[in-house]
């Protein structure tokens, strides 16, 4: 079992297709860190030796300081969206509101995520409210 950027590697899998489990690591990505290896595509996690597992490890965290991966590239995404909320622009209006940004339907679809995103808020919004209550009290 091996752990890389806090995502477990299934271990009956080729490395190829267990790279590719790590958010912000497609099959390209996995594919050039594979070559630059010298890993064959099919090779499993469960055979590999201690010295692959190491020159792996080094090599991700090389390659973390140059491109975000995990949890470092959904922050950067969160932000993102936080900052076109914040200047009002269309988009960001519609990721606000859990609405498609994209220009596709909302008379028949997207009915569904419109209403889990207004649960969450409303949820939010008293868990805030109960927060504030506490805080004065004390």
């Known amino acids: 079992m091996i752990y890389v950027l806090k995502t477990q590697l299934p271990d009956n899998k080729s490395i ?3 790279l590719s489990s790590i958010y912000g690591i497609g099959k390209n990505r996995s ?9 064959l ?4 996690v469960k055979n590999m030796s201690d010295e692959q ?14 491109i975000a991966f995990a949890s470092d590239l959904k922050k950067i995404i969160k932000q993102n ?18 609405l498609p940004v994209r220009g596709q339907r909302t008379h ?8 889990f ?9 008293s868990s805030q409210k ?3 209550k506490i805080r004065k009290k004390k």
């Open 16 to 18: 190829f297709i267990a």
């Open 31 to 39: 594919k050039l860190i594979c070559k630059k290896l010298g890993f």
């Open 41 to 44: 595509p099919n090779l499993k």
């Open 53 to 66: 597992i190491f020159d792996l490890l080094n090599l991700i965290e090389n390659l973390s300081t140059s």
């Open 81 to 98: 969206e936080n900052n076109l909320a914040l200047i009002n622009t269309y988009r960001g209006i519609r990721l606000k509101k859990g």
């Open 108 to 115: 028949s679809n997207a009915q569904t995520a419109s209403r």
């Open 117 to 125: 995103v207004n649960r969450y808020q409303e949820q939010e919004k």
């Open 130 to 132: 109960k927060n504030k």
